[in-house]
């Protein structure tokens, strides 16, 4: 694998799908400005579009041009852009910056970030319907897809994990429990994303677990690497402080684990998220090259 040819694609990628995202967004002079503005500000901050990239490939892999799950693809991204502008708020992680910029509320106060949060959500539902739509796209695929993003970024999902992050701060949790926390929190939208694509698609069942196995086994290994980065990550590189896990006392892999069984983890995990693929061709060749990717990932 040449990861600088990666690196281009997943830019040419991001390019992509960002190009959408400025279409579907409203525009950030429309009043009243400060909200859309504010939008804007939170989801062109320097993503790497890693779930509407997993929606497009579950359609692709399925067989079906990425352009039909666009539109879900983009209301992804919006949801994970609202979950980071909550995450970064002073009752949440307070945190001053993300990806080297001032976070949303130090930019726009604390009332408008929550508002810009909520109206990213809102927007990304607005996106998801406005789906059915599309040429070769049935109304009754639209709503199941609506169904279970719903799920995953709800109480029982991104926003269960969420509680769950906040509630074992200062606190000594097990590894399972943690596991748990992680495959809500930040597993649970990266599985979405990609049985999105693939059931706009309308892939069969037996395709549908095994790239629902690849997705839990990936959001497993980002996470981790996740929290390694937070010890030996390039603070310029990252676009924030490290050692924050630390500072709030958060239960993470390596501390848990320690930094060598984390990493020793990571790699089983991806092992295994690639071993998921094994029913597809080279139609799955760019999961498997993101899977080790994110092995070697620096931000």
Same mark, same amino acid.
């Given at each position: 694998?040449?990861?600088?040819?990666?690196?281009?694609?997943?830019?040419?990628?991001?390019?992509?799908?960002?190009?959408?995202?400025?279409?579907?967004?409203?525009?950030?002079?429309?009043?009243?400005?400060?909200?859309?503005?504010?939008?804007?500000?939170? /989801?062109?901050?320097? #993503?790497?579009?890693?779930?509407?990239?997993?929606?497009? %490939?579950? +359609? &692709?892999? *399925? @067989?079906?041009?990425?352009?039909?799950?666009?539109?879900?693809?983009?209301?992804?991204?919006?949801?994970?852009?609202?979950?980071?502008?909550?995450?970064?708020?002073?009752?949440?992680?307070?945190?001053?910056?993300?990806?080297?910029?001032?976070?949303?509320?130090?930019?726009?106060?604390?009332?408008?970030?929550?508002?810009?949060?909520?109206?990213?959500?809102?927007?990304?539902?607005?996106?998801?319907?406005?789906?059915?739509? /599309?040429?070769?796209? #049935?109304?009754?695929?639209?709503?199941?897809?609506?169904? %279970?993003? +719903? &799920?995953? *970024? @709800?109480?029982?999902?991104?926003?269960?994990?969420?509680?769950?992050?906040?509630?074992?701060?200062?606190?000594?949790?097990?590894?399972?429990?943690?596991?748990?926390?992680?495959?809500?929190?930040?597993?649970?939208?990266?599985?979405?994303?990609?049985?999105?694509?693939?059931?706009?698609?309308?892939?069969?069942?037996?395709?549908?677990?095994?790239?629902?196995?690849?997705?839990?086994?990936?959001?497993?290994?980002?996470?981790?690497?996740?929290?390694?980065?937070?010890?030996?990550?390039?603070?310029?590189?990252?676009?924030?402080?490290?050692?924050?896990?630390?500072?709030?006392?958060?239960?993470?892999?390596?501390?848990?684990?320690?930094?060598?069984?984390?990493?020793?983890?990571?790699?089983?995990?991806?092992?295994?998220?690639?071993?998921?693929?094994?029913?597809?061709?080279?139609?799955?060749?760019?999961?498997?090259?993101?899977?080790?990717?994110?092995?070697?990932?620096?931000?």
């Amino acid at each position: 694998m040449d990861m600088n040819l990666f690196k281009q694609e997943l830019q040419q990628r991001k390019d992509y799908i960002d190009k959408h995202l400025l279409e579907y967004l409203t525009g950030a002079d429309t009043h009243p400005t400060v909200i859309h503005q504010a939008m804007h500000y939170a /989801v062109f901050n320097g #993503g790497k579009r890693l779930r509407p990239m997993l929606v497009l %490939e579950g +359609a &692709a892999i *399925a @067989g079906k041009k990425p352009e039909i799950a666009m539109l879900t693809a983009c209301g992804m991204e919006l949801i994970h852009c609202y979950s980071l502008v909550h995450d970064d708020l002073p009752a949440m992680d307070d945190d001053d910056f993300r990806r080297g910029k001032p976070t949303c509320h130090r930019v726009f106060g604390e009332a408008n970030a929550i508002l810009t949060g909520d109206a990213l959500l809102t927007a990304a539902f607005e996106l998801f319907a406005a789906n059915a739509q /599309v040429p070769g796209v #049935g109304p009754e695929q639209v709503i199941k897809v609506i169904g %279970e993003i +719903a &799920a995953a *970024a @709800g109480s029982q999902g991104m926003i269960g994990g969420q509680v769950m992050d906040l509630a074992a701060e200062n606190e000594a949790i097990d590894l399972p429990t943690l596991q748990t926390l992680h495959s809500l929190k930040t597993g649970a939208l990266f599985t979405a994303a990609l049985r999105a694509g693939a059931l706009l698609g309308d892939m069969d069942e037996e395709g549908l677990q095994a790239l629902t196995s690849y997705a839990r086994y990936f959001g497993l290994a980002f996470q981790i690497t996740d929290d390694l980065l937070d010890i030996n990550g390039d603070q310029k590189v990252l676009g924030k402080p490290v050692g924050s896990d630390a500072r709030n006392h958060k239960s993470t892999y390596p501390s848990l684990l320690g930094v060598k069984q984390a990493e020793l983890m990571a790699c089983q995990s991806i092992e295994r998220c690639v071993a998921s693929l094994e029913r597809f061709g080279s139609e799955a060749e760019f999961l498997r090259q993101l899977a080790y990717f994110t092995l070697e990932r620096q931000s």
